[in-house]
């Protein structure tokens, strides 16, 4: 598929033209930043419509062994674009020459070619080694993997802030039971002390009632004896 001419592509429109994943393409942009033409529209990664060409043709190196050196890859991607350019270069200048339909046949029997070249690239150089893994998966992996490391930081922090709680209610109970253990002490000194006031009053009462009595008995006696005396001396005979 041939993107639309003067259009600013996205990444999902690169992944439609390709046929890559969205993922694999913000990979080899991440990657490949300097080869790729591309520009910020606020927060959006827009690229030319050249730009397919180039994605495609960084994964198709990619898809290839990997032994060969960094200047190499680097001199083949160059050949890409100078290709891509060239070619589309061609397809401007037929652009007013061909139709509709003698431009599709163009655009398909390019892609025919593109295929083929990636199959013959592939049978020349060889398969993917079975031992490689794919961009995309160790991505994945490595995604995963920091989910894992932020979810095992959080937990930390969860058991560290646990831990400190159960040290601070620990130490707020230790400090209870001190202050149940003073005013236990509190009030049996006050129960003995109400004992002993007890004891006191008890004996203080049957003192008091002890000295009623007494003085019952001897107001009781002083009175007799004083109406004894008012009594004339012939009664007071009488009564002896």
């Known amino acids: 598929m041939k993107p639309p001419a003067g259009k600013r592509l996205k990444t999902a429109d690169i992944a439609e033209i390709t046929g890559l ?26 690229y030319d419509e050249k730009a397919a ?21 680097e001199e083949r991607v160059q050949t890409s674009v100078k290709k891509e350019e060239k070619e589309e270069k061609e397809e401007k200048e037929e652009k007013g020459k061909n139709s509709a339909t003698s431009r599709l046949s163009t655009i398909s029997k390019k892609h025919d070619e593109e295929e083929k070249a990636v199959k013959a690239t592939a049978g020349g150089r060889g398969s993917l080694p079975s031992g490689r893994v794919p961009t995309q ?8 993997g920091q989910q894992f490391s932020r979810f095992a930081d959080r937990l930390t922090a969860v058991e ?29 000194a006050v129960d003995s002390w109400i004992h002993y006031v007890d004891q006191r009053l008890d004996a203080g009462d049957a003192q008091t009632k002890k000295l009623a009595k007494e003085t019952h008995t001897w107001t009781e006696y002083v009175r007799h004896e004083l109406t004894y005396l008012r009594l004339s001396w012939w009664k007071r005979r009488q009564l002896k």
């Open 21 to 46: 994943p969205e993922e694999q393409v913000r990979d080899i942009s991440r990657k490949h930043s300097n080869q790729i033409p591309s520009q910020k529209v606020g927060r959006i990664q827009v």
């Open 53 to 73: 060409g180039i994605f495609t043709a960084i994964a198709h190196e990619d898809c290839k062994d990997r032994t060969s050196t960094p200047q190499d890859n």
């Open 137 to 144: 998966l160790i991505n994945t992996v490595a995604m995963q």
């Open 160 to 188: 560290g802030a646990a831990t400190a709680d159960r040290e601070a209610f620990k130490e707020q109970i230790e400090r209870l039971e001190r202050q149940v253990a003073a005013l236990q002490e509190q009030m049996e």
